[in-house]
């Protein structure tokens, strides 16, 4: 629902998407834990980020949005071999997921810099892995 919300919302211009998106993961993963299954959330978040909220509920209901979701989503695994969220595709081609935690706030940009720079240009690099345990021990 939460794929088929962001494509309602892409509908209305790249900035409507953008506040959509962004307010969105701030809704889930900023303390709240929003349920990303749930329309009347997913309206709330579209009418606070200024989206017209009769267009967009219109578009949630329609069935073509699903289409371009199994499009992305076979491009996603098939060329990309996506099999969860985040997959980090990269200019070159080369795509990478990723599972964090939050970093620290004077960290992240310098973390995500370091990630970036580890798996963009480097296909040699498969997978990088805690022992379990100890992860997540120490992270949070």
């Keep these: 629902m939460a794929s088929i919300a962001g494509e309602a919302a892409k509908r209305q211009g790249e900035e409507a998407f953008d506040r959509f998106f962004l307010a969105l993961l701030r809704e889930r993963h900023g303390g ?12 709330k978040v579209a009418e606070d980020c200024g989206l017209d909220t009769n267009k967009f509920k219109s578009d949630l209901n329609d069935g073509s949005i699903v289409d371009i979701i199994a499009k992305d989503h076979t491009e996603a695994t098939e060329v990309h071999g996506a099999f969860g969220t985040p997959t ?5 081609g080369q795509s990478a997921y990723l599972k964090t935690f939050i970093p620290p706030e004077n960290e992240s940009v310098e973390a995500f810099e370091h990630f970036v720079g580890l798996f963009s240009d480097r296909s040699y690099i498969g997978e990088i892995k805690r022992p379990q345990p100890p992860w997540p021990k120490g992270a949070v």
């Excluded at 980090?88 to 070159?92: K, L």
């Design 32 to 43: 709240n834990r929003a349920p990303l299954n749930d329309n009347n959330v997913l309206v």
């Design 88 to 92: 980090f595709i990269f200019e070159n």
